[in-house]
C-alpha cells in the first residue's frame, strides 16, 4: 500500500484546511486510515481515524469538533478537513494506514498502522 498526502500550507489562525491521502495497492474500504501529527521536538501526535469495519471516526479532545475525517471510497482517498485551525496545530501531518480490525487502543496508537504517507506541513500563523 502507497499513501499519498497533500494539501499542506500556510494559514492563518482562524482558517481552513482540507488535507488529502491517496491510497495505490489496496482499497481503503477495507482500511483503518489514520491521521497523525508531529510538531518540532514532540513525539507523533494521535489526530483522527476513521475505521473501515463500522464507519465510525475518533478525535483527541484537542481537536474534536474542529477535524473531520471522512473518506471517498471511489477516490480511494481519505481526508481531513480542518476548521478554526489554531497556531499550536502547527506541524508535518501524515496519513497511515493499518488492516484488520484494530480494536481502540490500536486506532490511537501509531505503532499499530502499517503503511505511513509522506508528511505535509501545515503551519498556522498568528
Known amino acids: 500500500v502507497q499513501l499519498q498526502a497533500s494539501g499542506g500550507g500556510l494559514v492563518q489562525a482562524g482558517g481552513s484546511l482540507r488535507l488529502s491521502c491517496a491510497a495505490s495497492?489496496?482499497?481503503?474500504?477495507?482500511?483503518?486510515a489514520g491521521w497523525f501529527r508531529q510538531a518540532p521536538g514532540k513525539g507523533r501526535e494521535f489526530v483522527a481515524a476513521?475505521?473501515?469495519?463500522?464507519?465510525?471516526?475518533y478525535y483527541p479532545t484537542s481537536v474534536k469538533g474542529r477535524f473531520t475525517i471522512s473518506r471517498d471510497n471511489d477516490k480511494n482517498t481519505v481526508y481531513l478537513q480542518m476548521n478554526s485551525l489554531k497556531p499550536e496545530d502547527t506541524a508535518v501531518y501524515y496519513c497511515?494506514?493499518?488492516?484488520?480490525?484494530?480494536?481502540?487502543?490500536?486506532?490511537?496508537?501509531?505503532?499499530?498502522?502499517?503503511?505511513w504517507g509522506q508528511g505535509t506541513q501545515v503551519t498556522v500563523s498568528s
Open positions: 497511515a494506514a493499518q488492516g484488520g480490525r484494530p480494536i481502540y487502543s490500536s486506532i490511537l496508537n501509531d505503532l499499530s498502522y502499517d503503511w
Open positions: 495497492g489496496r482499497a481503503f474500504s477495507s482500511l483503518t
Open positions: 476513521i475505521a473501515w469495519y463500522n464507519g465510525r471516526t
